[in-house]
């Protein structure tokens, strides 16, 4: 069955600090990765899209990576700001088809 | 720029009542989606829709219905609102399903079947 896995559940770290986000999937055949942000009460916002050939890809102080050998991206966040609060989720989606898994989500909170 | 607008934004439903949840775009995204969101629950696909007139089931269809009779509206229909169907749930379009075309998310329906 495909499955999107992420964690840490939750993080608490504080302003300028650096964290890293993790998302482990069995979703095959692969076609891409997403990351988004969704702040509380908002929508899912896009940060980073990867396809099979991509292994890392930067939005801004987002950096996100890929390993389709090991299934496992990860979602790393530089200088955090008390902006970057939000989950964050992975979506995986496969090839051929609409089936797009999302992951629970990583609920980030950065304190002053 | 309004993208993906959704309304209500809140509704309370006692239990067997319907409603539709509005979706529009104003991007001329083909596709739509409609999706529900529990807590600590990836987002579950309900429907969605390549273009207008053509819609399908996803993951959790049922007690749902859906319509795509413009490119800009793709409305939510609840005929016999349940307890269960207590959540948030998210309408998204996209240009397409390729690498380089993001999904663009409204900001939600919270409802709550009493």
């Known amino acids: 069955k495909n499955q999107v896995e992420q964690s840490p559940q939750s993080l608490i770290i504080l302003e300028g600090k650096n964290c890293t986000l993790q998302?482990?999937?069995?979703?095959?055949?692969?076609?891409?990765l997403r990351w988004y942000k969704q702040d509380t009460g908002r929508g899912p916002v896009s940060l980073t899209i990867?396809?099979?050939?991509?292994n890392t890809k930067s939005n801004g102080r987002y950096t996100a990576t890929l390993d389709a050998d090991t299934k496992q991206s990860s979602l790393h966040i530089t200088a955090s700001q008390l902006s970057d609060s939000a989950s964050y989720i992975c979506v995986v989606s496969a090839r051929n088809n609409n089936d797009m898994r999302f992951g629970a989500g990583t609920r980030l909170t950065v304190k002053p | 720029n309004a993208g993906v607008t959704q309304t209500p934004k809140f509704r309370i439903l006692k239990i067997g009542q319907s409603m539709t949840l509005q979706c529009t775009q104003d991007?001329?995204?083909?596709?739509m989606y409609w999706y529900r969101q529990d807590p600590g629950m990836g987002l579950k696909l309900i429907y969605y829709?390549?273009?207008?007139?053509?819609?399908d089931k996803g993951e959790v269809p049922n007690g749902y219905n859906v319509s795509r009779s413009t490119t800009e509206d793709f409305p939510l229909r609840l005929e016999l609102a349940a307890p269960s169907q207590t959540s948030v749930y998210f309408c998204?379009?996209?240009?397409?399903?390729?690498?380089?075309?993001?999904?663009?998310f409204g900001d939600g329906t919270r409802l709550s079947i009493l």
């Open positions: 998204a379009s996209s240009a397409g399903t390729g690498s380089n075309q993001p999904q663009h």
């Open positions: 829709s390549v273009g207008a007139g053509i819609t």
């Open positions: 990867m396809t099979f050939s991509e």
């Open positions: 991007m001329n995204h083909n596709y």
């Open positions: 998302c482990n999937y069995t979703v095959s055949p692969f076609s891409n």
